[in-house]
């Protein structure tokens, strides 16, 4: 098993900047790829950005490249999402995911945080 616990989200004005946190415990070495996704109300979860164990694989939607960063730090089992340039259609309850692949579907992903809001303001 492994637990994801997100940390980080919070309101922030459009063109600000947020960065989130994802802690990683349990049996993390089974964990190649780590993950973020988002779901708005009203909206499916989907997929926003993924790196692979040794960091050096990344993978991210279109509607945030340039925005957003996604890094791990092993030693930690944490994983990163540094999101710049936020916009109000950025909002929505952010999900981090241990998974196999590096790939943008959910389905690949076998463990899920609990997630944390992040709004962004006009």
């Known amino acids: 098993q492994v637990q994801l616990v997100e940390s980080g989200g919070g309101l922030v004005q459009a063109g600000g900047s947020l960065r989130l946190s994802c802690a990683a415990s349990g049996r993390t070495s089974r964990s190649v790829a780590m993950g973020w996704f988002r779901q708005a109300p009203g909206k499916e979860r989907e997929f926003v950005a993924a790196i692979t164990w040794t960091g050096r694989g990344t993978n991210y939607a279109d509607s945030v490249k340039g925005r957003f960063t996604i890094s791990r730090d092993n030693a930690k089992n944490t994983v990163y999402l540094q999101m710049n340039s936020l916009k109000p259609e950025d909002t929505a309850v952010y999900y981090c995911?241990?998974?196999?692949?590096?790939?943008?579907?959910?389905?690949?992903?076998?463990?899920w945080g609990q997630g944390t809001q992040v709004t962004v303001s006009s």
């Open positions: 995911a241990a998974g196999s692949r590096v790939v943008p579907t959910a389905d690949a992903y076998s463990y």
